[in-house]
């Protein structure tokens, strides 16, 4: 499961087309008068590729990753352009803009977020000579939607544990790494209260029933994986013991999702879940590594996840070409800590 240069190229070179591609355009927008009917590019200079909002975010987050870690990549020039072009004063103000419009307090909520807050880390540890500065163009989307999360989570009296966007423990994870990063404590703070809130009593998840047929996130596994960042030395064995016991004999979550139609942007959502899936087995079993039967057991469920959709990542379909690449990374990244 080690990545390769070859592997890398290939997924960079996905972002570099899709984030200038912006039809087809799948965008949520709330219209608050006629003025409010512009093309996707107009709406958003910065984030208008990749068919929705997100997928841009996470687009370039890759990029800066690949970038970052691969410093030998063939095309860092071509990476260096991408974001010249994109990330400007100008073009993030009208981003910032668009979330400070009324009635779209609920834009990107809480996907976007947290990658927006992940892009944000990204770029603070890219030693690019422009990092920087295009971090800081990003400054007052990212304060903005720092106070968004610090206002919302206290809100939602319930976790949102669909296997789409909406997911409450995916978004969580992203923005708790951006906190402890950038030693935000009053943000930490917020969401290890929101996470324990939430997750800390579950005993005996329903993980049999996953997955739904267009997820892409496994609710149990990222609040595993969650948790897993939360519960602090050997309390998260026992909590796992309890909150997933026997997994081995959970099939459903074992077993790779099958990929009926690649050109269906929903159906083609479970070759995302399987590399979330493996994503989450792989961080989970560096904490559970003291009980070598269930780390083993989450170690070869990861690599069957990965055999069956990494050779789908770039299959010539849109529907996955806009994205994949991200999960792809997070699948086969060398996980070191979480």
């Known amino acids: 499961m080690q990545l390769t240069l070859s592997q890398v190229e290939s997924f960079v070179g996905l972002p570099l087309r899709s984030l200038r591609h912006e039809y087809p355009n799948h965008i949520m927008h709330t219209l608050n008068g006629p003025q409010d009917v512009q093309s ?14 997100h997928s841009a975010v996470h687009g370039f987050w890759l990029l800066a990753r690949c970038s970052r870690l691969y410093p030998e990549l063939s095309t860092q020039d071509d990476i260096t352009q991408l974001f010249d072009e994109h990330f400007t004063d100008a073009n993030m103000q009208i981003e910032t803009e668009y979330f400070k419009a009324p009635n779209r307090g609920a834009f990107e909520r809480p996907y976007g977020w947290g990658w927006l807050l992940a892009l944000a880390q990204e770029l603070d540890l890219w030693h690019h000579p422009k990092a920087k500065a295009w971090l800081a ?3 007052p989307l990212v304060d903005d939607i720092r106070q968004r999360v610090l206002n ?8 949102i544990r669909v296997g789409t966007h909406y997911n409450s423990a995916f978004s969580l994870k992203l923005i708790l790494d951006f906190a402890r990063h950038s030693n935000d404590s009053e943000l930490e703070s917020a969401v290890v209260s929101a996470a324990n809130r939430y997750f800390l009593a579950d005993r005996d998840y329903p993980a049999h029933y996953e997955p739904g047929g267009d997820e892409f996130i496994s609710g149990a596994l990222t609040e595993a994986l ?17 909150y997933l016991p026997e997994l081995a004999k959970i099939d459903r979550l074992m077993t790779p999702a099958e990929v009926s139609d690649r050109s269906d942007p929903k159906i083609a959502h479970l070759d995302g879940l399987n590399l979330s899936r493996a994503w989450c087995m792989r961080h989970i079993a560096l904490r559970l590594a003291q009980d070598t039967k269930t780390a083993e057991v989450l170690t070869r469920a990861a690599q069957r996840h990965i055999a069956a959709s990494l050779p789908h990542v770039a299959s010539g379909e849109y529907a996955g070409d806009h994205w994949l690449a991200t999960f792809a990374m997070l699948a086969l990244d060398t996980p070191d800590r979480i």
């Open 40 to 53: 996707p590019r107009e709406l958003h200079p910065v984030f208008y590729g990749c068919y929705d909002w």
């Open 137 to 139: 163009t990003m400054k």
């Open 152 to 159: 919302f989570f206290p809100l939602l009296s319930y976790a």
């Open 226 to 242: 969650l948790m897993a960042s939360v519960i602090k030395g050997n309390d998260f064995a026992d909590w796992f013991a309890h």
